[in-house]
């Protein structure tokens, strides 16, 4: 209890002592030219495994987006066909897919970003695709702390100079 009798609810309590409001995630897609970013999902966690936990599933849901598995059910019957690897020679194409399902099953990858996070950084995930990157992130949220201020009587105040 603070003066004046009032409660502090417990989520409040944590977020002082841990001088955080939670964790903000991301997942965007920044076009490699004049365009602005696209937001494509936000979350706010309560803690930093919260937040690793909604960027693995980001991960999956998008990499099922851009790299749908033919039975897919949600395909039903689209015409797709399969993308050829690229030949002797030629540089090899970015697989967006391939490297969120991959990062989303390694365990030393994930334990560092839960490392990175807990400890009050910015862990960021970006990946490459031929004309746009897509990004995975977490950070945490700082408190917004009440303004403090003293009120001021008149205007004559502001034009005293012995302040």
């Known amino acids: 209890m603070r003066g004046g009798g009032e409660r502090v609810p417990a989520a409040a309590r944590r977020a ?4 955080r409001d939670g964790y903000w995630c991301e997942c965007a897609a920044v076009p490699l030219g004049p365009c602005r970013a696209v937001l494509l999902a936000g979350y706010r966690a309560r803690s ?7 960027m693995r599933v980001q991960a999956r849901r998008l990499a099922a987006r851009l790299a749908p598995e ?6 039903r019957g689209a015409p797709l ?4 690897a690229a030949g002797p020679g030629s540089s090899p194409s970015p697989d967006p897919a391939s490297v969120l399902r991959t990062w989303q099953e390694d365990g030393d ?14 862990y960021l995930l970006p990946v ?8 995975l992130s977490a950070r ?6 009440p303004f403090d201020w003293t009120p001021i009587d008149s205007c004559a105040d502001l034009s005293r100079t012995d302040h």
């Open 48 to 54: 930093p495994r919260l937040a690793l936990r909604w």
């Open 140 to 145: 945490p949220l700082l408190p917004v702390r």
């Open 70 to 75: 033919p039975g897919a059910p949600w395909l």
């Open 109 to 122: 990858e994930q334990a560092r970003a839960l490392d990175e996070v807990s400890a009050g950084g910015l």
């Open 16 to 19: 002082a002592v841990l001088g």
């Open 128 to 135: 490459p695709d031929d004309d746009v990157l897509y990004t």
């Open 81 to 84: 066909h399969a993308v050829p």
